[in-house]
């Protein structure tokens, strides 16, 4: 079973799963919070804006997402930008529910999806404006081949925007990356990761070709998003617990254990890169 597969375990659960602790569009990923007022929903509403402006997101644009998750950003991308959006993903819950979503909100012709893993799939070369990888890079080995293949789908000028969590450095990574809170995550959570030094995201991504725009922190966001995947996990823990016994701890665990390392041992980055030519 290959890395990104082992994933499923996580992401190819009970998809009730993901309603009692995520928002309301299942985004799995850092939300963006610009007042203290901000809820989980609107923090994620500002992050895909942020997202979209950073791939330069147009009517008529295409867009791959690989590790497309639920879906938020390809519907989101189609609904509010009028792109064409590709999404990528190796869980099969997820494209039945991105399928259903899109049908309901008249998207059909405007989203669509691959099953598997973005390793088993070869795109035609320069037939994408923008491609996205939002938290997904962390279960995919081949660094360096990943972000060769995405460079050879753009087309020139095409944007890539990568955001993921990271050790804070090297000297971190070897510190902590097999300590039992981590191996719990990285394990018994996901089946498989590898979080990177932001450096060999930079590395991997320059020796592609690509150029680096920009690399925005998103560390603060992503510790108060999880606050409140926390508090929706304690809100639900009966639900939860419903669908599998202990889940709740055991999600509870895994969040508080993210959320612990922010700023001294792990960071959470968003690169946006482009394709010169």
Same mark, same amino acid.
């Given at each position: ?26 985004? @799995?990923? %850092? /939300? ?21 402006? $950073? =791939? ?12 497309? /998750? ?8 189609? &609904? ?6 590709? /999404? ?13 979503? &899109? ?10 999806? =691959?099953? /598997?893993?973005?390793e088993e799939h070869l795109p035609e070369p ?19 081949? !990943? ?5 050879? %789908? ?7 925007? !990568?955001?993921?969590?990271? @050790? ?14 981590? !191996? ?6 996901? *089946?498989?990761?590898?979080? $990177?030094? =932001? ?8 020796? %592609? ?5 920009? !690399? ?20 639900? &823990? ?7 016994? *202990? ?31």
């Open positions: 079973m290959s890395a990104e597969a082992k994933t499923n375990q996580h992401y190819d659960q009970d998809p009730r799963v993901f309603e009692l602790y995520l928002d309301r569009t299942r985004k @799995y990923s %850092a /939300g963006i919070y610009r007042t203290d007022e901000d809820t989980l929903d609107q923090a994620q509403q500002n992050k895909l804006h942020f997202v979209a402006d $950073r =791939l330069g997101a147009e009517p008529g644009k295409r867009i791959l997402d690989i590790g497309c /998750g639920w879906g938020s950003l390809i519907l989101f991308m189609a &609904a509010e930008y009028d792109a064409r959006t590709v /999404g990528i993903s190796p869980a099969p819950n997820q494209h039945a529910y991105i399928a259903e979503r &899109a049908a309901a909100a008249g998207l059909t012709e405007k989203v669509s999806t =691959l099953v /598997g893993e973005f320069r037939s994408f404006d923008a491609v996205s990888m939002l938290g997904s890079i962390v279960h995919m080995p081949d660094l360096d081949g !990943v972000f060769r293949k995405a460079y050879a %789908a753009l087309k020139p000028r095409g944007r890539m925007y !990568v955001s993921e969590s990271c @050790y804070r450095n090297a000297a971190k990574r070897a510190e902590f990356a097999e300590r039992e809170n981590s !191996v719990f995550v990285r394990d018994s959570i996901f *089946g498989w990761g590898d979080m $990177r030094p =932001l450096s060999d995201l930079v590395r991997g991504a320059e020796n %592609a070709g690509f150029t680096v725009v920009a !690399v925005d922190d998103l560390t603060q966001d992503y510790w108060r998003t999880i606050e409140d995947w926390l508090a929706n996990v304690e809100r639900n &823990a009966d639900r939860l617990n419903a669908i599998e016994p *202990g889940l709740s701890d055991q999600l509870s665990r895994y969040l508080k254990t993210a959320n612990a390392g922010w700023g001294f041992t792990t960071k959470h980055y968003a690169l946006t890169l482009q394709k010169s030519r």
